[in-house]
């Protein structure tokens, strides 16, 4: 067999054998028009990568739109995940600011537009939102007082549909009147 006959026979095994290869799974991209609103936007830490913090977004055009320091501290291969009233839950990938930087250094808590892709997950419905609500270290805002979070995270455990406990990030859970203490004062 000359040199020439034998590069063209292991050429065509190689492209044989890559050919049999598994192909990559096919990937359901979900128009943000398609999603049932209100969402909660499920935003994931930097460095760890942990579901960090749950945001209400009530509209369509609010999904289209970033906070500057929310963006800077986005992690670079963790994707962040969508939940629609529904019960869809896909993952905000590929997130690109519409703005350079010289924008976002005069406008450090402004609001960016941002383009994204949004693939469904395999995982949706009542139990996998439940499981990523409840993986967030923030629930509630920081003006619902001490214990939010715990309060919220009680509520999404009991909660019958997703759309109640997207509810319940957007209202938070009101301290009762046994979990608020009033302070003492020094003449007790």
Same mark, same amino acid.
């Given at each position: 067999?000359?040199?020439?006959?034998?590069? *063209?026979?292991?050429?065509?095994?190689?492209?044989?054998?890559?050919?049999?290869?598994?192909?990559?799974?096919?990937?359901?991209?979900?128009? !943000?028009?398609?999603?049932?609103?209100? !969402? +909660?936007?499920?935003?994931?830490?930097?460095?760890?990568?942990?579901?960090?913090?749950?945001?209400?977004?009530? %509209?369509?055009?609010?999904?289209?739109?970033? $906070? +500057?320091?929310?963006?800077?501290?986005?992690?670079?291969?963790?994707?962040?995940?969508?939940?629609?009233?529904?019960?869809?839950?896909?993952?905000?990938?590929?997130?690109?600011?519409?703005? $350079?930087?010289?924008?976002?250094?005069?406008?450090?808590? $402004?609001?960016?537009?941002? *383009?994204?892709?949004?693939?469904?997950?395999?995982?949706?419905?009542? *139990?996998?939102?439940?499981?990523?609500?409840?993986?967030?270290?923030?629930?509630?805002?920081?003006?619902?007082?001490?214990?939010?979070?715990?309060?919220?995270?009680?509520?999404?455990?009991?909660?019958?549909? !997703?759309?109640?406990?997207?509810?319940?990030?957007?209202?938070?859970?009101?301290?009762?009147?046994?979990?608020?203490?009033?302070? %003492?004062?020094?003449?007790?």
């Amino acid at each position: 067999m000359s040199l020439c006959s034998w590069v *063209k026979a292991s050429c065509l095994s190689l492209l044989a054998f890559v050919g049999c290869a598994d192909k990559p799974p096919v990937v359901a991209v979900v128009p !943000v028009d398609k999603l049932a609103f209100p !969402v +909660v936007l499920i935003y994931r830490d930097q460095k760890t990568g942990d579901c960090s913090a749950a945001e209400f977004l009530s %509209k369509a055009e609010d999904l289209g739109f970033m $906070g +500057v320091q929310r963006y800077l501290f986005l992690p670079e291969s963790e994707p962040l995940f969508v939940i629609d009233s529904s019960g869809r839950v896909c993952e905000m990938r590929d997130i690109q600011g519409q703005r $350079g930087g010289l924008w976002l250094m005069a406008n450090p808590n $402004g609001q960016m537009p941002i *383009k994204f892709t949004l693939v469904e997950r395999k995982e949706t419905g009542n *139990k996998a939102a439940r499981t990523l609500l409840l993986s967030c270290k923030y629930l509630a805002h920081v003006s619902m007082g001490h214990g939010a979070d715990d309060r919220v995270r009680e509520a999404i455990e009991k909660a019958a549909t !997703v759309g109640d406990m997207i509810n319940l990030i957007r209202d938070g859970v009101p301290a009762t009147e046994d979990s608020v203490t009033e302070p %003492k004062s020094d003449e007790e």
